[in-house]
């Protein structure tokens, strides 16, 4: 059966994941401290097994992030995706109680954008704004 909880991902099932999703793993401590630092995020599982994740950063008054939003490629397109989007849109409604001029930014993958404009996020470059940039 599928669930979705809020919890804190272990990093053996966070490198599953980003694995599954083709972004690789990380080194056990580097990702530790990122999951040490992430104000909110949600796990799916298939019984016991780890099939989706998604989490928030930021400060939680200003500016959020929407991160890692992943669904492992045998359970795309059954709304795992949709699921882990409505539990972070929920956080972030309780969070836009301090300020509901909270601004919640994700960087969506090329070719994923679609998915995104489903729970109302726009490409910045139809809002008048200027393009996101990344430094790596
Ligand atoms: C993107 C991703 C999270 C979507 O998850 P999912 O569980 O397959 O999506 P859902 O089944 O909830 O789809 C919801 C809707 O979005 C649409 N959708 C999903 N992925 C899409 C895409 N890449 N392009 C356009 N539409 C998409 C679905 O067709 C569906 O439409 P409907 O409501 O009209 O039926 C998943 O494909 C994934 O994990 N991909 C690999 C990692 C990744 O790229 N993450 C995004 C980083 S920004």
Not at 11 to 27: H, S
Not at 60 to 71: G, P, S
Request: aromatic share 12%; proline share 1%.
């Amino acid at each position: 059966m599928i669930k979705i909880v809020e919890n804190k991902i272990s990093v053996d099932d966070f490198n599953y994941l980003t694995d599954k999703v083709g972004w690789g793993t990380r080194e056990f401590k580097v990702v530790e401290e990122a999951l040490n630092n992430t104000l909110y995020s949600v796990s799916v599982y298939d019984d016991n097994k780890i099939i989706g994740y998604g989490r928030i950063i930021g400060d939680k008054t200003i500016f959020l992030y929407i991160q890692d939003i992943m669904v492992v490629p045998e359970y795309k397109g059954q709304k795992v995706g949709t699921k882990i989007m409505n539990e972070l849109l929920k956080k972030v409604d309780e969070y836009k109680k301090v300020n509901s001029n909270i601004r919640t930014y994700l960087g969506a993958s090329k070719g994923k954008e679609k998915f995104y404009e489903k729970f109302g996020f726009k490409t910045r470059s139809s809002a008048d704004l200027g393009e996101g940039m990344v430094l790596f």
